[in-house]
């Protein structure tokens, strides 16, 4: 069965730091991958997502992630936060083959940014 | 265009009663999917709606029942609540693909209180 593990359920970094969320999955094949956001009071908005190709995905508000199958990991980064970015963040998979596409989240990462 | 809608908003209700909460999916889109997400949690996914059918379910009692309506819209009912059925429920829409669905869309989501 497929499973998400977020390591670090809060995370906090100051204004203009790097910031990392990470994710690593459990799945019998290579799954595909979400990243998304979730503002307080509110639903989920896609970050980023891979299915085929390229490694390096490259999403909304400057956030990117890399798929790395030896390593079954999805982490999410980004190079300089901001104030804005202080919101929960949940990586999903799922399976291509299994049909349907279900998504399974992570228990989420509380991103906070101090100044 | 519209993104997902889902009503109402909030909603109070006591143990043992039922509840029927709404989705209108993106403009499009033609499968809805429901997630529950408690507080602290990842959502989870509960069932598919596609074609007026119910594709896939999650790990739920049967007291979580659904319907998709011709239009594609969709409810989510929950007879004999429980205070665990306290969450906040998510509606998700996609288009439903050869290989499966495409990219999920998430609604604002109806936060549900069981007293």
């Known amino acids: 069965a497929q499973s998400v593990t977020q390591l670090g359920s809060h995370v906090s970094v100051s204004e203009g730091a790097l910031v990392l969320l990470r994710c690593n999955y459990s799945?019998?094949?290579?799954?595909?991958l979400f990243w998304y956001v979730q503002y307080p009071n509110q639903g989920l908005q896609l970050l980023l997502k891979y299915t085929t190709g390229a490694t390096l995905v490259k999403g909304i508000n400057g956030f990117e992630a890399e798929f790395k199958k030896s390593e079954t990991s999805f982490h999410l980064t980004k190079p300089s936060a901001h104030m804005s970015d202080a919101a929960e963040y949940f990586c999903?998979?799922?399976?291509?083959?299994?049909?349907?596409?279900?998504?399974?989240f992570g228990a989420g990462t509380r991103l906070a940014v101090h100044p | 265009d519209a993104g997902v809608t889902q009503s109402p908003t909030h909603l109070i209700k006591t143990r043992g009663q039922q509840v029927t909460l709404r989705c209108s999916p993106k403009s499009g889109h033609d499968t809805v999917s429901w997630y529950q997400q408690a507080l602290g949690q990842g959502p989870q996914f509960i069932f598919q709606?596609?074609?007026?059918?119910?594709?896939q379910r999650g790990n739920f009692p049967d007291r979580f029942s659904g319907h998709q309506f011709p239009n594609y819209s969709s409810e989510l009912n929950v007879n004999a609540l429980l205070l665990g059925d306290s969450a906040l429920y998510l509606c998700?829409?996609?288009?439903?693909?050869?290989?499966?669905?495409?990219?999920?869309?998430f609604g604002p989501g109806t936060r549900l209180t069981v007293l």
């Open positions: 709606y596609y074609e007026e059918e119910e594709r």
């Open positions: 799945s019998s094949v290579p799954p595909y």
């Open positions: 999903a998979v799922s399976d291509p083959g299994g049909g349907y596409n279900k998504l399974i």
């Open positions: 998700a829409s996609s288009l439903t693909l050869a290989g499966g669905t495409d990219t999920q869309y």
